[in-house]
């Protein structure tokens, strides 16, 4: 059974601090996505990822994608108010016939 | 143009009713997508469209009748739907899924559905 796993389900963080965001995932891709999601609203596309030891950074976000160990991490750095969102992980397990299994999200607040 | 247009962007309707939630993108790719997607849930696919044709069907129910009638658009026809229905109904494109490329998905902003 394919399976997608993000944890933590709930992270609520001070600003300044940095935390990681982990991505589990149950079969082998090579194709991982992060989406970012605000209460309401649609899913907005932060990081394609494509590729054993792929790293991308887009601000206070970086991620990243191990294949090997089925993982990818969302790392924010000094985190600020406007980061509040829920946060999926997407994983492409069929190339060709694209079938997207999003994770289990991550809810992420910021306090001042 | 990077967008993907969802209408309406709220719907009400009834058991009986007949309605359509529509969706155009026009970035050229081939592939639609309609996902469905509950509170504080990840959003799960329900069809997808590959060069106009139905490529996934993830056995949802017959009171939802997806249609592509070009590459640019996607409809979703609801009939008889029942009140667990009432979700975000997301529509994305993304490009050609038979050719090298990133697969990344396009979502428009959402349909919310609310069903009495």
């Known amino acids: 059974e394919l399976k997608v796993e993000q944890n933590p389900l709930f992270l609520s963080m001070q600003e300044g601090k940095n935390y990681t965001i982990y991505c589990n995932y149950s079969?082998?891709?090579?194709?991982l996505y992060w989406y970012r999601q605000d209460p309401g609203k649609s899913l907005e596309s932060l990081f394609v990822l494509l590729s054993n030891g792929a790293v991308k950074q887009e601000g206070r976000l970086m991620a990243s994608l191990d294949t090997k160990a089925r993982l990818s991490t969302l790392h924010i750095t000094a985190a600020v108010h406007d980061l509040s969102a829920t946060y999926f992980c997407a994983v492409a397990f069929n190339f060709g016939n694209e079938k997207l299994t999003f994770g289990t999200g991550t809810r992420l607040t910021i306090i001042p | 143009d990077t967008e993907v247009t969802q209408t309406p962007k709220h719907l009400v309707m009834g058991m009986t009713n007949k309605k359509s939630l529509k969706c155009e993108q026009h970035m050229g790719h081939r592939a639609m997508y309609w996902y469905k997607q509950k509170a504080k849930k990840p959003p799960e696919l329900m069809f997808v469209?590959?060069?106009?044709?139905?490529?996934i069907n993830e056995s949802v129910p017959s009171r939802f009748s997806p249609e592509c009638p070009n590459s640019s658009l996607l409809n979703l026809h609801l009939h008889a739907l029942q009140p667990e229905d009432s979700a975000l109904y997301l529509c994305?494109?993304?490009?050609?899924?038979?050719?090298?490329?990133?697969?990344?998905?396009?979502f428009g902003e959402g349909s919310r559905l609310t069903v009495l």
């Open positions: 469209y590959s060069y106009e044709k139905l490529s």
């Open positions: 079969t082998t891709s090579d194709r």
């Open positions: 994305a494109s993304s490009q050609d899924l038979r050719t090298l490329n990133t697969g990344e998905l396009f």
